[in-house]
């Protein structure tokens, strides 16, 4: 079982719907959890960054953190053809290295 | 423009060759990561490093070899071990990893490799 599951999609919705992505985990050590953004043939990039349990939004976009449960979530709202792009889930433990574990990435086209 | 540059953007490498992918951060960052991507497969860690003249294996490090002479640079070889090295390769970085950091890593553009 990996630590990080993450449905790979991909996933096809019409413009202005909502997107829910998610992750599940195993590590209960894990305290630092972020999305992030690719572009095909692009390097990722930071979209959101959560520590711990609890909400964050910005603009469209809303993280959710669920300890409990291990399951973490990004909500897109009135989505964007240029939303079209694979979201990557990523968690890391407190400590001194630094290192992310990734979910496989979700795939999401948006379509005018 | 504070960043990571990685280069070249593609690379061919042939049978039983070495070749060498460039990382070079200007963001004062001390860790620095190199991770492959295959479809579907999201990232795999290579290769980490914390401090200069120091870095520590990650989950698929065979076949591969990196250096880190300099804070800013940390160059990825895919020796002619690795069998199998068609992937999109990304470099990453992050200030001062710790009990109290953020844990946020910076990617660059990422070098396509084929094998001819």
């Known amino acids: 079982q990996k630590e990080v599951e993450q449905d790979p999609g991909p996933l096809s919705v019409p413009e202005g719907a909502i997107v829910s992505l998610n992750c599940t985990y195993s590590?209960?050590?894990?305290?630092?959890f972020m999305w992030y953004r690719q572009y095909s043939r692009k390097g990722p990039e930071l979209l959101m960054y959560?520590?711990?349990?609890g909400n964050k939004e910005d603009g469209r976009f809303t993280a959710q953190v669920d300890k409990s449960s291990k399951y973490i979530s990004l909500f897109i709202r009135d989505s964007q053809p240029s939303d079209s792009a694979t979201y990557l889930c990523a968690m890391s433990e407190t400590g001194n290295t630094g290192k992310l574990i990734f979910g496989q990435g979700t795939t999401l086209q948006v379509k005018p | 423009d504070g960043g990571i540059t990685q280069s070249p953007k593609y690379l061919f490498r042939k049978e039983g060759q070495n070749v060498t992918l460039s990382c070079e951060q200007n963001?004062?960052?001390?860790?620095m990561y190199w991770y492959r991507q295959d479809p579907g497969q999201g990232l795999r860690l290579i290769y980490y490093s914390q401090i200069v003249n120091d870095f520590q294996k990650g989950d698929i490090a065979e076949g591969y070899s990196v250096s880190r002479e300099k804070k800013e640079s940390f160059p990825l070889t895919v020796t002619s071990a690795q069998k199998n090295p068609t992937a999109f390769y990304l470099c990453a970085s992050n200030n001062r990893p710790g009990q109290k950091a953020k844990n946020i890593q910076y990617f660059g553009a990422g070098t396509r490799l084929s094998v001819l």
């Open positions: 590590n209960s050590a894990f305290q630092y």
């Open positions: 959560t520590y711990s349990s």
């Open positions: 963001l004062n960052h001390d860790a």
